[in-house]
């Protein structure tokens, strides 16, 4: 034990508080200055910790070690319920750290970080964990099992599962559905080396007790033996036999019903009483009550309804939406109580609101929540705003609830989400909403509804891409013709590379369809005069020398200060007050996010782009990097034309330098001296080819 954390078990301040300031100028010792803040409070010293802590926030500002500061910031934030000052210190401490980790915001959110009625040590324990999703690092799904994460984004994640690959879910689907994984985990191994685990269970039998006891809590419930020897060629009932066989002749553990549990941890009501004094979010309190109230007997489940709604009444409204499904699991189904109780509890704002609902982790208690919302003057309309940020488990529940309160209203939201362009997931759900509840009425225009869908159909969780890809080929297929048959052949061919990846756009036909049609389209363009393939259709994308060091100097600017000095303005926007009311925070956090999405798109734009191939031009061939001079006998179009062909960053219409990439430039390329075309710039006229030149900015190496 460390010097300042056996001075803080005696009852000495003012021996603990010389030494205190000693250490705060010689060297700062985080762990120890934060285990002794931690002792304090355990011992109920609140006071004094307060003002060692003020103390050592001062001192801090002059410490160079940022390991230290870091260190001491977490430690001590996970040891307090309340310090502002500290609160906001390692918020900003998180916001450098972690400048580039796209999900931050949603995370410091989630947390309760920035919200100063939080239980600090609750919410820094919970962004910990948030935290702890990383590239390569394991999680648990409640329907997939353990997985390894391969991405993440600022409202997204992709991990692949064993039944599932790079399967894209939501920030609040992955918090609702999931948990952090260590490496060493008995569910990392059970997966990962089903050998090795059936090893330690036959060959250490009671180091596998403690371990799996360990990783559930403290108590191992039957059922999750089940999952956990799943795919490991052990049979779950035997397992569960030997393990109650092991705790039965232990001092360490108590076996009761479908329960092992460490000793002492048995006792219902004493583990719910236990667990509301607990300094533990709210969350994690109605998560553990509503485990140990299911199958209570009377009289004890009426005492332990009494117990929670003590707490209840005492408890701050940080948390309203835990503390909302801790009486809605006292209220067990008395629409009446649940009424008088919990509508106090509900939020009046859609983004409190939001962050109440991904504190409940039963949909039935959601699905009630939303009904009271409902029922409420204006409660509809709250609902409505809701729908873009709830998590899929319980966005169709409240679109038939809001359909119940508010027809009009409730059709108006799924025809404003079919056209989302920001989030593919939304124009999935709403069209899967019009088939499921028969509001076709919603879809307006059912062909541009078709492109809009198929330009964001790569973009979907492999989930939605399987009912999307049903809906196009089963229920639209006739606007799906239409659209696939106003395509060029350019775009066909890159719409069907893209459903290559799709597993559910196989598994539908909605390839083959794609295909089906490129393949006619092919077939029919033998009949005529046939391009010849040209380097410009490569997966390449080709430009200037020029333009591409513009383009990474951009990049570098982007990189270097524009981003840093957006993430600055985060934080000083942030320290301004409540963020659910913040415009500047708001504008502050949109603005770094777009830079980080434009920085993305620039750096991926940059690993495909190659300079003009100069030894592949020529004077004979319409080409990138070459200028067309036509030329039209027709009085009512410019007589004369010379067009650019030029790469996407130097295109420029206005000053007749057109992207290759274009549909016009499509007209072009290929083509050689003397043949005719038609130009989409003047539908209907034919021009001829008479001069093609090789632009200066290829030849002098630009």
């Given at each position: 034990?460390?010097?300042l954390?056996?001075?803080?078990?005696?009852?000495?301040p003012?021996?603990?508080?010389?030494?205190?300031?000693?250490?705060?100028?010689?060297?700062?010792?985080?762990?120890?200055?934060?285990?002794?803040?931690?002792?304090?409070?355990?011992q109920?010293?609140?006071?004094?910790?307060?003002?060692?802590?003020?103390?050592?926030?001062?001192?801090?500002?002059?410490?160079?070690?940022?390991?230290?500061?870091?260190?001491?910031?977490?430690?001590?934030?996970?040891?307090l319920?309340?310090?502002?000052r500290?609160?906001?210190?390692l918020?900003?401490?998180?916001?450098?750290?972690?400048?580039?980790y796209?999900?931050?915001?949603?995370f410091?959110?989630?947390?309760?970080?920035?919200?100063p009625?939080?239980?600090?040590?609750?919410?820094?324990?919970r962004l910990?964990?948030?935290?702890?999703?990383?590239?390569?690092?394991?999680?648990?799904?409640?329907?997939?099992?353990?997985?390894?994460?391969?991405?993440?984004s600022?409202?997204?994640?992709?991990a692949?599962?064993?039944?599932?690959k790079?399967h894209?879910?939501?920030?609040p689907?992955l918090?609702?559905?999931t948990?952090?994984l260590?490496?060493?985990s008995?569910?990392?191994?059970?997966?990962?080396?089903?050998?090795?685990f059936?090893t330690?269970?036959?060959?250490?039998?009671?180091?596998?007790?403690?371990?799996?006891?360990?990783?559930?809590g403290?108590?191992?419930?039957?059922?999750?033996?089940?999952?956990?020897?799943?795919?490991t060629?052990?049979?779950?009932?035997?397992?569960?036999?030997?393990?109650?066989?092991?705790?039965?002749?232990s001092t360490?553990?108590?076996?009761?019903?479908?329960?092992?549990?460490?000793?002492?941890?048995?006792?219902?009501?004493?583990?719910?009483?236990?667990?509301?004094?607990?300094r533990t979010?709210m969350?994690?309190?109605?998560?553990?009550?509503?485990?140990?109230?299911?199958?209570?007997?009377?009289p004890?489940?009426?005492?332990?309804?009494?117990?929670?709604?003590?707490?209840?009444?005492?408890?701050?409204r940080a948390e309203?939406?835990?503390?909302?499904?801790?009486?809605?699991?006292?209220?067990?189904?008395?629409?009446?109580l649940l009424?008088e109780?919990?509508?106090?509890?509900?939020?009046?704002?859609?983004?409190?609101?939001?962050?109440?609902?991904?504190?409940?982790?039963?949909?039935?208690?959601v699905?009630?929540?939303?009904?009271?919302?409902?029922?409420?003057?204006?409660?509809?309309?709250l609902?409505?705003q809701?729908?873009?940020?709830?998590?899929?488990?319980?966005?169709?529940?409240?679109l038939e609830?809001?359909?119940?309160?508010?027809?009009?209203?409730?059709?108006?939201?799924?025809?404003?989400?079919?056209?989302?362009?920001?989030?593919?997931?939304?124009?999935?759900?709403?069209?899967e909403?019009?088939?499921?509840?028969?509001?076709?009425?919603?879809?307006?225009?059912?062909?541009e509804?078709?492109?809009?869908?198929?330009q964001?159909?790569?973009?979907?969780?492999s989930?939605?891409?399987?009912?999307?890809?049903?809906?196009?080929?089963?229920?639209?297929?006739?606007h799906?013709?239409?659209?696939?048959?106003?395509?060029?052949?350019?775009?066909?061919?890159?719409?069907?590379?893209?459903?290559?990846e799709?597993?559910p756009?196989?598994?539908?036909?909605?390839?083959l369809?794609?295909?089906?049609?490129?393949?006619?389209?092919?077939?029919?363009?033998?009949?005529?005069?046939?391009?010849?393939?040209?380097?410009?259709?490569?997966?390449a994308?080709?430009?200037?020398?020029?333009?591409?060091?513009?383009?990474?100097n951009a990049?570098?600017?982007?990189?270097?200060?524009?981003?840093?000095?957006?993430?600055?303005?985060?934080?000083?926007?942030a320290?301004?007050?409540?963020?659910s009311?913040?415009?500047?925070y708001?504008?502050?956090?949109?603005?770094r996010?777009?830079?980080?999405?434009?920085?993305?798109?620039?750096?991926?734009e940059?690993?495909?782009?190659?300079?003009?191939p100069?030894?592949?031009?020529?004077?004979?061939?319409?080409?990138?990097?070459?200028?067309?001079?036509?030329?039209?006998?027709?009085?009512?179009?410019?007589?004369?034309?010379?067009?650019?062909?030029?790469?996407p960053?130097s295109?420029?219409?206005?000053?007749?330098r057109?992207?290759?990439?274009?549909?016009?430039?499509?007209?072009?390329?290929?083509?050689?001296?003397?043949d005719?075309?038609t130009?989409?710039?003047?539908?209907?006229?034919?021009?001829t080819?008479?001069?093609?030149?090789?632009?200066?900015?290829?030849t002098?190496?630009?």
């Amino acid at each position: 034990m460390a010097e300042l954390e056996k001075l803080s078990k005696l009852q000495d301040p003012g021996q603990l508080e010389e030494r205190w300031l000693e250490a705060l100028t010689d060297g700062f010792p985080a762990e120890d200055l934060s285990a002794a803040l931690a002792s304090l409070h355990g011992q109920g010293r609140d006071g004094l910790a307060d003002q060692l802590l003020e103390l050592a926030l001062d001192a801090m500002e002059s410490v160079s070690d940022q390991a230290a500061r870091s260190v001491f910031l977490w430690r001590a934030a996970l040891a307090l319920p309340r310090a502002e000052r500290l609160r906001r210190l390692l918020v900003e401490e998180v916001r450098d750290r972690y400048l580039m980790y796209p999900p931050l915001e949603a995370f410091l959110e989630r947390s309760g970080l920035l919200d100063p009625e939080a239980v600090l040590s609750a919410s820094a324990r919970r962004l910990e964990e948030l935290l702890s999703y990383q590239e390569g690092t394991y999680l648990l799904h409640e329907d997939f099992g353990p997985g390894i994460i391969e991405s993440l984004s600022r409202d997204s994640l992709t991990a692949s599962y064993e039944s599932r690959k790079s399967h894209r879910m939501t920030i609040p689907t992955l918090i609702e559905k999931t948990a952090p994984l260590a490496d060493d985990s008995l569910r990392v191994l059970s997966w990962r080396d089903p050998e090795g685990f059936r090893t330690l269970f036959e060959e250490g039998t009671a180091a596998f007790l403690e371990r799996a006891v360990s990783e559930h809590g403290g108590e191992l419930l039957s059922r999750d033996i089940v999952s956990l020897v799943r795919g490991t060629g052990l049979d779950e009932k035997v397992v569960w036999r030997r393990l109650i066989a092991l705790s039965s002749g232990s001092t360490e553990y108590q076996h009761v019903g479908d329960s092992i549990a460490q000793a002492g941890e048995v006792d219902a009501l004493d583990r719910i009483a236990r667990l509301l004094r607990s300094r533990t979010s709210m969350r994690e309190k109605a998560d553990g009550i509503g485990k140990l109230l299911k199958g209570l007997p009377e009289p004890e489940a009426t005492r332990a309804g009494e117990l929670v709604l003590e707490a209840v009444a005492k408890a701050p409204r940080a948390e309203s939406g835990a503390i909302f499904e801790l009486v809605y699991l006292v209220a067990g189904g008395n629409a009446l109580l649940l009424e008088e109780l919990g509508v106090p509890l509900l939020e009046r704002s859609a983004p409190r609101m939001l962050r109440a609902l991904s504190e409940i982790g039963s949909s039935a208690c959601v699905r009630s929540y939303l009904e009271l919302v409902a029922g409420r003057e204006g409660g509809p309309g709250l609902i409505s705003q809701l729908l873009p940020g709830l998590p899929r488990s319980c966005w169709f529940s409240a679109l038939e609830i809001l359909l119940r309160a508010d027809e009009a209203l409730g059709k108006t939201s799924v025809s404003r989400l079919l056209g989302s362009k920001q989030d593919p997931e939304l124009a999935a759900r709403a069209l899967e909403a019009c088939s499921r509840l028969d509001l076709r009425d919603c879809m307006g225009d059912a062909t541009e509804l078709v492109e809009h869908v198929l330009q964001l159909f790569p973009m979907m969780r492999s989930e939605s891409q399987r009912r999307t890809a049903s809906a196009l080929v089963e229920s639209l297929s006739s606007h799906l013709a239409e659209v696939l048959g106003s395509m060029d052949s350019r775009r066909l061919s890159k719409l069907s590379d893209a459903l290559e990846e799709s597993g559910p756009a196989k598994e539908s036909g909605l390839l083959l369809t794609v295909l089906r049609e490129l393949s006619s389209r092919r077939s029919g363009a033998g009949t005529g005069s046939s391009i010849p393939v040209g380097f410009w259709e490569s997966d390449a994308v080709y430009e200037s020398r020029k333009a591409i060091e513009e383009r990474k100097n951009a990049l570098e600017h982007l990189l270097k200060r524009q981003i840093p000095d957006a993430a600055q303005a985060i934080s000083e926007a942030a320290s301004h007050g409540d963020l659910s009311e913040n415009a500047e925070y708001t504008a502050a956090l949109e603005r770094r996010d777009l830079l980080l999405a434009r920085a993305r798109q620039w750096q991926r734009e940059l690993e495909k782009m190659r300079v003009y191939p100069e030894a592949e031009l020529s004077q004979s061939m319409v080409s990138p990097g070459t200028r067309v001079h036509l030329r039209t006998e027709e009085q009512s179009s410019p007589r004369e034309v010379a067009l650019d062909i030029v790469g996407p960053l130097s295109s420029n219409p206005a000053g007749d330098r057109i992207s290759y990439m274009a549909p016009m430039a499509g007209d072009l390329l290929g083509k050689a001296i003397g043949d005719m075309v038609t130009l989409s710039r003047f539908p209907g006229i034919e021009y001829t080819i008479e001069r093609i030149e090789i632009l200066p900015e290829v030849t002098r190496s630009g």
